[in-house]
T-cell receptor
Framework: DAKTTQPPSMDCAEGRAANLPCNHSTISGNEYVYWYRQIHSQGPQYIIH???NNETNEMASLIITEDRKSSTLILPHATLRDTAVYYCIVRAYNNNDMRFGAGTRLTVKP | GAVVSQHPSRVICKSGTSVKIECRSLDFQATTMFWYRQFPKQSLMLMATSNEGSKATYEQGVEKDKFLINHASLTLSTLTVTSAHPEDSSFYICSARRASGSPGELFFGEGSRLTVL
């Protein structure tokens, strides 16, 4: 699976959009981009995933660059409860497991 | 949505004893379950992959005789930490993949915090 690079930490003001970047320059054609988050002392929570098109669901939007070498997870109106570690994972669709990097610790401030 | 439940959520045991952690998929069948370990301020580390009815596949460096994994049914996998020592104290998390569904959409349990005295 391709390696990902994320900033170790970010802050965001409550009510503003949180934009979390992820670099995956070695991504291959059959690899998807997945985002999970982990709130303190809980199990990870699935957020969204995509291949090459931008995706949106009730939690977030995922913007993938045309060359697919990077992506951005957007939380449109961050709340204090969005404070968590966000993991960007790149893996092939038929790979069984999910391996986590260091992630980005997002702190939403009032 | 799919729910994965772990039990117990917290356990404290004496050094040398064994501890069993259960992972259940409550509303779906899981052909594959995964066990992770997470130390404070670190990311999740995959320990092993468990397929229903077969032996678990362990990651390099994980002792299979120490961390016994059983996946006897499509809704239950167990992790037994044998002869636990203080260095085994950690947050153990399981995840499950639905028998039908995206391989990437794993559902995670709430985690089990093990403290070995």
């Amino acid at each position: 699976d391709a390696k990902t690079t994320q900033p170790p930490s970010m802050d965001c003001a409550e009510g503003r959009a949180a934009n979390l970047p992820c670099n995956h320059s070695t991504i291959s054609g059959n690899e998807y981009v997945y985002w999970y988050r982990q709130i303190h002392s809980q199990g990870p929570q699935y957020i969204i995933h995509g291949l090459k098109n931008n995706e949106t669901n009730e939690m977030a939007s995922l913007i993938i660059t045309e060359d697919r070498k990077s992506s951005t997870l957007i939380l449109p109106h961050a709340t204090l409860r969005d404070t968590a570690v966000y993991y960007c994972i790149v893996r092939a669709y038929n790979n069984n497991d999910m391996r986590f990097g260091a992630g980005t610790r997002l702190t939403v401030k009032p | 949505g799919a729910v994965v439940s772990q039990h117990p959520s917290r356990v404290i045991c004496k050094s040398g004893t064994s501890v069993k952690i259960e992972c259940r998929s409550l509303d779906f069948q899981a052909t594959t379950m995964f066990w992770y370990r997470q130390f404070p301020k670190q990311s999740l580390m995959l320990m092993a992959t468990s397929n229903e009815g077969s032996k678990a596949t362990y990651e390099q460096g994980v002792e299979k005789d120490k961390f016994l994994i059983n996946h006897a049914s499509l809704t239950l996998s167990t992790l037994t930490v044998t002869s636990a020592h203080p260095e085994d104290s950690s947050f153990y998390i399981c995840s499950a993949r639905r028998a039908s569904g995206s391989p990437g959409e794993l559902f995670f349990g709430e985690g089990s915090r093990l403290t070995v005295l």
